[in-house]
């Protein structure tokens, strides 16, 4: 008898609907809204609680898309199967590669901002502090993916209790007003002494970014239960839960604190915790610092488990070398290797790299992937769908040329670099199929 085969290599379904949705509302950050809302509310003249529900609306398009590709192909890779899959190989691979800077710098920037921000608590040197989270993330990361939806369930709640917090204080503070009328319950929304579409069309490009990651989670799809309907339901209710929930965080701040004075260029990243001590006082400063750590410390956990399974997929397929991305560890069912290069990376390149470099490329390689999960939607369940109906025609075009019109106005600089990394992809895909002759192997595991 001759030498049994070894099995494929295969992750575990292990994660239930809720088990998503705990990781996904980490990945994107309950306290999403925070460090951007004194940027969004200066930009909005006073209205970026309408600028989050705004956004909200155009990302539920997207996540749509998300979620009915997921359930078309229930596969780790996520946007870069999709489009695979349902439009070409080629364009498969170069949209993977796109956002393979997306989910590798998620994780570096988080290394970067929490590095700094717990210097201001213990005089460390930043080196010492990049190489702890790096290492932090990518230990929470080797442990079995239900370890993993556990650590992200305590972080939830966790965080849960400062933004509860942060609502009595809000409430406590508005009622012993001197002076309270009704259109101090208004404004937020709506300001007729500072509205203006223009600033609001402005403030929402920003907002946007309080969604961001909320697609991680179809990266996760073999290791889902049920995952043609927990992938579709769990991505649209995370970008509800984390619309409504930033939404009244955005909403408490702006109660407490008018438009006007603008946030000055000193305050205006720290605007809700300086917001936060106007309400509760100095203990409530610190307890929304350390908040957003604990959160940051779930995104770039959350970010890099997303990016080692991207990796994965495209391993897998032998688009980017399998023997080390295609493998799984035996015994805790994760790709390892995956998990262990993407901490090296976050460590090395915190080293060299700002924040606010990192932060303005990751946008290039997320919006190239959602405008290519919109399309890939819109060919499978209209253009070759033998009933044409409209709720598959019209929620992916709108995704489409939403992403389309933010992808527009990155700033010139990312698009330089995402596009000189995207060419690079284009040069490796290139030789590795002999100028895309021949086609990349999409895999399409079982349920």
């Known amino acids: 008898m001759g030498a049994m085969s070894a099995p494929a290599a295969s992750l575990k379904r292990s994660l239930g609907l809720w088990d998503l ?36 609306v155009a990302m539920l398009f997207t996540a749509l898309s998300y979620g009915r590709m997921a359930r078309a192909y229930p596969s780790a890779g996520s946007a870069y199967t999709y489009v695979g899959q349902e439009l070409h190989s080629s364009l498969g691979y170069a949209t993977g590669w796109s956002m393979l800077m997306d989910y590798v710098l998620n994780p570096v920037i988080c290394t970067i901002w929490c590095a700094k921000a717990a210097q201001n608590i213990v005089a460390l040197p930043y080196i010492a502090w990049a190489a702890f989270f790096a290492a932090l993330f990518t230990f929470m990361n080797l442990r079995q993916i239900r ?6 369930e305590v972080l939830t709640f966790a965080m849960g209790i400062v933004i509860v917090a942060m609502l009595a204080a809000t409430a406590r503070y508005v009622f012993n007003l001197p002076h309270l009328d009704a259109a101090l319950f208004t404004r937020p929304f709506y300001d007729p002494a500072t509205f203006s579409w223009q600033h609001v069309a402005t403030g929402t490009s920003l907002a946007v970014l309080t969604y961001i990651g909320f697609d991680g989670i179809s990266t996760l799809s073999e290791e889902v239960e049920n995952p043609r309907r927990n992938i579709l339901v769990a991505t649209v209710l995370i970008c509800l839960v984390i619309g409504v929930l930033s939404s009244i ?82 015994k805790k069912n994760i790709p390892a290797n995956n998990v262990m290069l993407i901490g090296v990376i976050s460590f090395a390149a915190a080293l060299l790299m700002s924040y606010e470099t990192g932060a303005a490329l990751l946008n290039f390689g997320a919006l190239i992937g959602f405008m290519g999960v919109n399309v890939a939607a819109f060919v499978r369940y209209y253009v070759r769908a033998p009933e044409k109906r ?23 600089p990312a698009k330089i670099v995402g596009g000189a990394w995207l060419l690079l992809g284009i040069i490796y895909g290139g030789y590795k199929t002999s100028g895309f002759r021949r086609s990349i192997r999409f895999e399409a595991p079982a349920d």
Request: glycine fraction near 10%.
């Open 21 to 56: 949705v705990f990781i996904g509302i980490i990945l994107v950050q309950p306290t999403a809204p925070m460090p951007l809302y004194g940027v969004v509310q200066n930009e909005a003249g006073g209205h970026a609680v309408t600028t989050i529900l705004i956004a909200m």
């Open 249 to 330: 965080e955005v909403y408490a701040a702006q109660l407490i604190r008018p438009a006007i004075p603008k946030f000055s260029e000193h305050d205006v990243e720290t605007a809700y915790a300086h917001v936060a001590q106007q309400a509760g006082g100095l203990w409530l400063f610190h307890a929304i610092n350390l908040t957003l750590i604990v959160a940051t410390i779930g995104s770039g956990a959350g970010a890099q488990l997303s990016g080692a399974r991207l990796l994965f997929g495209m391993g897998r397929d032998n688009a980017i070398p399998r023997r080390l991305f295609g493998a799984i560890d035996p």
């Open 147 to 152: 370890a993993t939806a556990r650590i992200n």
């Open 390 to 412: 409209l709720t598959h025609l019209v929620p992916p075009l709108l995704g489409f040329l939403i992403c389309l019109a933010m992808w527009l106005s990155l700033q010139t």
